[in-house]
């Protein structure tokens, strides 16, 4: 590639915020996009989709690749993230399962599942570098070159206005957006610091901890698994609760040990001793590394807690929970599904047409 910025490059990032900034006549606000974040660099023919973690996604999604030489100008690095829809809503589930080493299993769901690429800054086009530009300018480049783009490849929208933004937080939830960020509009572009913000729902639910997995430094808790009853009575592994400080872990082991459940046949999620990969049981085989160890310690579900989580994805929590605290007033069976806040629907065209 002969481009003025070159793989791999790190990200800027945002710091979580409780409450809006307001503006100060500087910020910009965008929507907070559910994807895999991703940095496309362009240069003719020759196209390169590098990841947050700097292991390229290029080979993982061809339909994206072809979109970039069919939509994009013939050299451009810009910065986005990539998504799939299910309706009118964010698929992250789907997106996930794109990750696959089988090179007919990435063809067979690129036809299946296709993915977008939503850019949402610019780092490069033509000869020129926008690294050291402030983002206001940035953004109006953006802007530019996207009266050739618009198929698979798209921009989000922007607003400079804080109460708009915050009308967005709340109607676009509906289509899987997670929250808003918030840029400064006089920064350079700032690779791996966290110089922008971002502001995330936050709910709570009442959990059953059925099981712990140990922390990598030793036999001290590393996260809760958590579970919730569906209307069949049918306990559902739906997410993991952790970031407890190191005292914590190990007072976490004391709590636990008596409802550690020593007969694995018992437990709910028994089954995946015998059938490893289940989709709602916390054995399945890391997408990302295949070596990361996954096994878990059985509680007897009968402790329930609260913990704090920003959205669903599906039937699971999209991210890790925070836990709150213990609910010794709640029964394991209170904890259903039906507890759970859902948004109301809104249509991802209506967010990318603005």
Known sequence: MDLPVLPPIAPMLAKAVK???????????????????CIVFRDGDDVHLGSRNERPFTRYFPE???????ELPERVVLDGEIVIRRG???????????????????????????AWFVAFDLLAVGDDSLMEAPFAERRARLKEIFGHAGGSVRLT?????????????????????DGIIVKPGDLGYMPDKRVMFKVKHERTADVV??????????????????GLYDDAGVLHHVGVAGAFPMARRAE???????????DLAAHPWGA??????????????????????????PLRPELVAEVAYDHMEGDRFRHTARFRRWRVDRTPASCTYGQLERPLGYDLDAILAR
């Open 272 to 297: 995946w001793a015998e059938q490893p990969g289940g989709q709602r049981l916390p054995g399945a085989v890391s997408r990302w590394n295949a070596k990361k160890d996954l096994s878990f310690i």
């Open 209 to 226: 901890i059925a099981g712990y997995r140990e922390h990598k430094s030793g036999p001290v808790v590393g996260s809760l698994l958590l």
């Open 157 to 177: 929208p922007v607003t400079t206005n804080g109460e708009q933004a915050a009308e967005w937080f709340e109607i676009f939830e509906g289509a899987g957006i």
């Open 64 to 70: 994206l690749v072809d979109a970039v030489r069919r």
């Open 252 to 262: 976490l082991v004391t709590e636990l040990a008596p409802y550690v459940e020593g």
């Open 88 to 114: 009118a809503e964010l698929d992250f589930d789907s997106l996930q399962n794109r990750i696959h080493p089988a090179a007919s299993r990435v063809r067979l769901l690129a036809e299946q599942t296709p």
């Open 19 to 37: 409450t809006m900034p307001p503006q100060d006549g500087t910020l910009f606000y965008e929507p907070k996009w559910d994807g895999f974040r």
